[in-house]
């Protein structure tokens, strides 16, 4: 009975943890055929985000590809959303 208890709540506080605007609309890698970070489609969720001087990129949460996007690149975090963080990625 207790495992029962402690897995509800366990559940209930995931479900308040969650953050971000939902789900994304992935496109192909960003930088390479190996990149975890994706392309980002607009939709409805993501339009506030988008920009026509960057580009609007999702890497999961985690990824160590992120502090090259971020050095490299000059990414900025803009959000989350399904497991994954949102960049700004400027146009070079």
Do not use: N, Q
Not at 20 to 31: D, F, Q, S, V
Not at 56 to 75: F, I, M, N
Not at 78 to 92: C, D, E, M, N
């Amino acid at each position: 009975m207790k495992a029962v208890i402690v897995l509800t709540g366990l559940a209930l506080l995931a479900a308040c943890a969650s953050e971000g605007i939902g789900e994304l609309a992935m496109l192909g890698p960003y930088r390479d055929a190996e990149d975890e970070c994706r392309w980002v489609s607009p939709t409805e969720a993501t339009t506030a985000f988008m920009s026509t001087e960057a580009d609007l990129v999702a890497c999961p949460r985690g990824y160590e590809g992120t502090g090259t996007l971020v050095s490299e690149r000059k990414a900025e975090a803009v959000g989350s959303a399904a497991r994954h963080t949102l960049f700004l990625v400027p146009h070079r």
